[in-house]
């Protein structure tokens, strides 16, 4: 489990500010946040980093709670490994293509 430590400064505001902007809503089942029905939105690190950089915004996901723990260790970008449920879902498309772009980028500076 987590400790706030594990996470950079100005955590809870940029998770608060992920979930605004995913109108409070899961991106996975669009199930709104609703606490006492079971529906907490969470923010999830697709890449499992506690301290992937803000600026990242595709490695950052708005997922209820019940999302939040399907996906969990069934999604692994560094190794492109997310399953084919994933790929073709449209709420992960725009997490994909970032990660897939911050390849592409990292490899052009090494060359």
Known sequence: ???????PAGWKDFAAELKQEAGWR?????HAHDVAAGYCLTVHHLTNDKQQPFTD???????CQRCHLKIQHRVKMDQLFFGEFLSVSEWFKPHLAGYLKA???ASATKQ
Request: some cysteine.
């Open 26 to 30: 899961c991106e996975r089942c669009g």
């Open 103 to 105: 390849c592409e980028a």
């Open 1 to 7: 489990m987590s400790k706030p430590s594990d996470y």
């Open 57 to 63: 915004r595709w490695a950052f996901a708005a997922l």
